[in-house]
């Protein structure tokens, strides 16, 4: 065991140890150091500064800029609230105006039942030559099945016919309905108006109110839509719809009131003149459908032309890619060769750069040659592709030409003479078969 002068001394030690190390001195730095990390502190109080500058601008433009937006949002309220008072005010003068019409058509209808259902009858052979027409077309092929002119003005005369066979059967059929639907529309437009009135004098209200308006007040459920409400469209469709059937109803009236005889005679007259459209819409086509097959064979010519072309083009690349074996035969044997010289004799000399440059050339011109090659064969293929196609659509360009000339204009002529019928008389004389 220690003992107790041994243990005081090394107590004594271990304390001198203790003092020395707090006595010494803090370690210094270098002036680079020093200079650094004055940079640093400048550096970051700058990037402080410059982020609260940044802050304070946006926080003035973000300020600015919503005080601009509720602005312009109100003035744009404003704007829409006028506009929708002068639609609604619009829409109510629409309204007006036909009711007041509408009240002055519901009287003195007239019955020619018999000389309309003769007009009926005349219509049916017309209709079903022009809808055999358009069944003989949905027979044409590939792009030609295209909604054409002809195509057009035939479901224009099919249109024409069965609105004139549809006006005619409505107003066999609804003769004695019409003072009822008369009543129904005048009804609608009265409910329509009554809400047209409403609706301007709430919307007039909130188009008078502003910032200093009395009574006004934030609700807390005023940001909502009504589950019963409608849209835009679905407004203006309804308000539409009931001046349609205003007009319907009035033009019927108008109609019935009207000599049948004058009306049939106009109908007659449309049709014959659509009759001559289609007509003239059918020859049109046809030039243009066989002026494009002549085309197309011409281009089928060249495309032809150019194939044989292609084919001469693609034998002179072969020939010019096995011409490049032999000098890279010889290039490659020379340099084998020299490979043979002895000791200092086996120089890197002009001879040999330019022998490896050959080489190069060569390996670059026969990469060069196959490339094209390669183009030339993908172009060959795609003139063959183009060959067939021109040939298909050929076809499909005759197919067409039998359609319209064969088959529909054939037919067409069976319908009976439009030149030189008297339409005007449907009691005197009338012949209903005239009116295509």
């Known amino acids: 065991m220690l003992s107790h002068l041994q243990v005081q001394l090394q107590i004594n030690g271990l304390w001198k140890f203790l003092m020395a190390k707090l006595l010494q001195l803090p370690p210094k730095f270098l002036p680079s150091e020093w200079h650094i990390a004055n940079k640093n502190q400048y550096h970051r109080a700058e990037a402080q500064r410059s982020r609260s500058e940044r802050l304070v601008a946006e926080s003035q433009r973000l300020v600015e800029d919503i005080d601009k937006s509720t602005r312009k949002s109100q003035s744009d309220v404003n704007k ?36 309309l259902e003769k007009a009926l009858e005349s219509f049916k052979e ?26 057009e003005e035939l479901l224009k005369e099919a249109e024409i016919i069965r609105g004139a066979m ?37 919307d007039d209200i909130c188009f008078s109110l502003n910032n200093n308006s009395p009574n006004i007040r934030c609700s807390e459920n005023a940001v909502r839509i009504e589950p019963n409400s409608v849209s835009l469209e679905d407004w203006l469709d309804f308000s539409n719809m009931n001046v349609e059937r205003a007009d ?60 044989a072309s292609q084919e001469k083009n693609i034998a002179v690349l072969e020939k010019a890619i ?75 360009k005759e197919n067409t030409i039998y359609i319209d000339e064969v088959l529909c204009m054939q ?12 339409n005007r008389d449907w009691a005197g004389g009338f012949r209903p078969e005239a009116v295509c």
């Open 248 to 307: 319907k109803q009035r033009n019927n009236s108008l109609t019935l009131k009207a000599l049948v005889d004058r009306i049939l005679s106009q109908t007659a007259s449309d049709l014959r003149k659509q009759c001559d459209v289609v007509d003239t819409a059918f020859k049109n086509g046809l030039k243009e459908t066989k002026d494009a097959r002549d085309k197309l064979a011409v281009h089928l010519a060249k495309v032809m032309e150019e194939i």
């Open 411 to 422: 037919m067409r002529k069976s319908i009976p003479p439009r030149d030189g019928e008297d």
């Open 322 to 396: 096995l011409d490049q074996e032999g000098p890279a035969k010889v290039a490659h044997t020379r340099l084998e060769t020299r490979t043979h010289r002895p000791n200092v004799e086996l120089c890197r000399d002009v001879a040999q750069y330019r022998l490896i440059k050959e080489v190069h050339e060569i390996s670059h011109n026969v990469a060069r040659l196959k490339e094209t090659l390669a183009q030339a064969q993908v172009e060959l293929k795609g003139l063959n592709r183009r060959q067939l196609a021109l040939q298909e659509e050929i076809q499909v």
């Open 80 to 115: 829409k609230l006028e506009q929708r008072l002068e639609e609604v005010r619009f829409w109510k003068k629409e309204l007006d105006d036909k009711l007041e019409q509408l009240v002055h058509e519901t009287e003195d209808l007239l019955s020619y039942k018999s000389r």
């Open 166 to 202: 549809a006006l005619l059967t409505r107003t066999i059929e609804e003769m004695s309905e019409q003072i009822r639907l008369n009543r129904l529309a005048k009804y609608n437009l009265e409910k329509d108006l009554k809400d047209k009135f409403t609706a301007l004098t709430i």
């Open 126 to 151: 017309p209709l079903h030559i022009t809808e055999r027409c358009l069944e003989y077309r949905e027979k044409r092929v590939g792009i030609d099945l295209v909604h054409d002119e002809v195509e």
